[in-house]
């Protein structure tokens, strides 16, 4: 189940990916600006951002697994869109689309492999999860390099949307998980403790279990923050590659490529040693993305403000994407940690969007913007600062987690969840089907 979830991830970023390296044809053939074009990439984050919260919420009302098929089907149809398109209007309308596709995808992803393993693997399994981003960028980005000199530009786009619905489809084989009824929710559940319906939380009640951990609030924002540096370095490193190197598409998506591969590797590595520490002290399992972020932000601003092209820049752009990616995982397994099971899709769905209006939707446009004035290579230089901040919200977080974490599990004990395996603590027990 897991496995496929990331392969259906990954097919998602190939597709959202892939356009960067159409970047310079698209800049040929339409005449667009850098900002047009990073609006092409910023535009799903939107959209992810507007429709991730109502559909997460459905999402843990209606089923996972029903969910995630469907979102996969929808982004999928966009990207054969994408490759129909007949000018910008209509190639950034599909876009739009892909986004509202991915937007139920991550939450309800999440939940349902937060409820298949234990609190204390839980960002160990969400990076694994997170790191289809990255895996499936590496390969948008190669694929994308490589295919657009031999078939163009719209066969590039359109290539894995076919992939991406069969995927869909064959996830609905996957069980879902229940959660308990409990007293507030007016469910019955069975003498011996096993629930007889699904709990059905209303809007208000959602709302107030969302926003009472002070830890994911903390959580959104440093996620956001560090997401602007992610998205940007993601969409722009081929093109700089292209400019100031002076490399071919193909070329310049294989060193690209290195960059983000190093992402996907420190998202679990990371991820891992998050839920080691955190296991002999919670706090430290925010201090792993607090530190990392602070290192990438140094890596990259000494990269592009101190350097210029060439081997040892790269060498340091290279170095800073392995810390890059320590918050993708983790951030949402303790936004998890400190929420009430029966809203954990709509929770990570709260950070799908404050982590794509914050910060996936700003990088791309923003650096558009930047580098249209003054430059790309500055506009790179200036980008890592975000995750200085980001660095900051990750180690105030840090200082609540423990609280907020204890709060979770004085619930578990408190004997309004008898059915305990909601909550993902038991090992090797996967959840009750749906009926």
Known sequence: MAMMAVALGATDYIDRQIIVSTFPYLKKEWGLSDTALGALVSTVSITMAVCALPIAWLADRWGRVRSIAAMGGVWSLATLWSAVSGNYAQL?????LLGVGEAG???????????????????????????????GSVLGVVLGGVMIGRFGWRVTLGAFGAPGLLLAVLFLKVRDYRVPATP????????????????????GTTLRELYQARTAMWCYLGGALNLVVLSTLYTWLPTYLNRAYGLSSAASGAKAALVIL??????VALGHLADRLGGTSPRRKLVVPAVMAAATWILLTAAFGALR??????????????????????????????VHPRVRATAVGMVVVVQNLLGLAVGPVLTGL????????????????FCAIAAVAFWRGARTYANDLA???RWQRSGNAPHQRALGIPDGQPPQADA
């Open 105 to 135: 995808y991550g939450p309800a992803g999440a939940a349902l492999l937060s409820a298949y393993f234990p609190q204390r693997l839980r960002a160990t399994v969400l990076s694994v999860f997170q790191a289809a981003a990255p895996l």
């Open 370 to 385: 930047i580098s249209d004035a003054f430059g790309l290579r500055t506009a790179l230089a200036v980008m890592p600062l």
């Open 92 to 96: 950034f309308a599909a876009r739009s």
């Open 309 to 338: 092209p060439g081997s040892a820049q790269f060498a340091l752009v290279v170095a800073a994407g392995f810390p890059l990616a320590a918050a993708l995982g983790t951030a949402p397994a303790v936004v998890v940690d400190v």
């Open 262 to 267: 190093a992402g996907a590797v420190g998202a």
């Open 407 to 409: 709060a979770v599990r």
């Open 184 to 203: 507030d929710t007016g469910a019955g559940a069975s003498a011996g403790g096993s629930p007889t319906a699904e709990a059905r939380p209303t809007l």
